[in-house]
């Protein structure tokens, strides 16, 4: 979908509403002979594509022939000199100097994440090695790197799929509509974000919210490997299908994998961890939560049976 978008180089990169994608879609002279209201129809179109956001000052027409390509020729049918001057190219565009894409072999990229994710020894070099990090495209087309919310000395930690439009904007994971329904979901069982540490992943959002390809996915799983390593809880809750997959090696569909403990190794230690339904998932099918609240109250209960008892004060 991307494609018919003024999509080409991350920057400059500008986002702006509805009514600013018509401006510009209007200065760019695309469609000018169509009414507002079939324009609003088409971005609308386009937002439910999900298709939000312009990443460049000027669109491009990808339909426009290439400077060295030959004139086309007229065919009966369909004569250039008939070609409505609002469709035709713009007279020329200015082209975006495109910094250059990773194309490296996946296992080589995946060997180069694993060092660079290796040689972190805190999560704060953890999160400057993964900015620096050029061997996922998604860095490219996202706004920022979502790392982490919550506290990283919190007993549970819960790993997301890829930060989502409200995630990309603020910069942390799980703040949309989903992330709410976590909050709420985890202060049921007496949690929040001061007690757990959160985070994807993936750390950028892919553009439209599409599924992380394998490719990207790879490249990433040593650095969130490692942040569970570093973070170092008692917990690790997978949050959805696609968490679980990558974590905890699951191929079994997530309604039947949901709701058991299971052993995760972080290279340091041995600890628990426990696939549940996504709160994304929750949200379109709400008579689920019921199978969440199962899980959430198993998770209340392995923290309880565990909990250091508190220090008895000397006197
Ligand atoms: N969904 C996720 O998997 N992660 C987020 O941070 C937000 C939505």
Redesign the pocket.
Known sequence: MQGHDAVCAPAPRVEYGARGVLRKVRKARILTTATDGALRDLLAWYTAMGVDMALEETPVNRLAPSPSAPPPVPSPERPAERLPSALAPPPTLPRVAVPPAVAAPAAEIERAARSVAASATTLDELRTALAAFEGCNLRLTATQL?FADGNPEGRVMLV?????RD?DIQGL??V?R??QLLDRMLQAIGLDRTAVYIA?VVPWRPPGNRTPTPQETAACRPFIQRQIALADPDFLIC??GPAAAELMANREGILKFRGRWHEYDTGVRKIRAMATL?P?YLLRQPLQKRLAWRDFLALKAALDETAQPAATALH
């Open positions: 979502v997301g799929e890829a930060p989502g995630e994971p799980f949309g989903s992330g994807n949050l959805g996504h994304a």
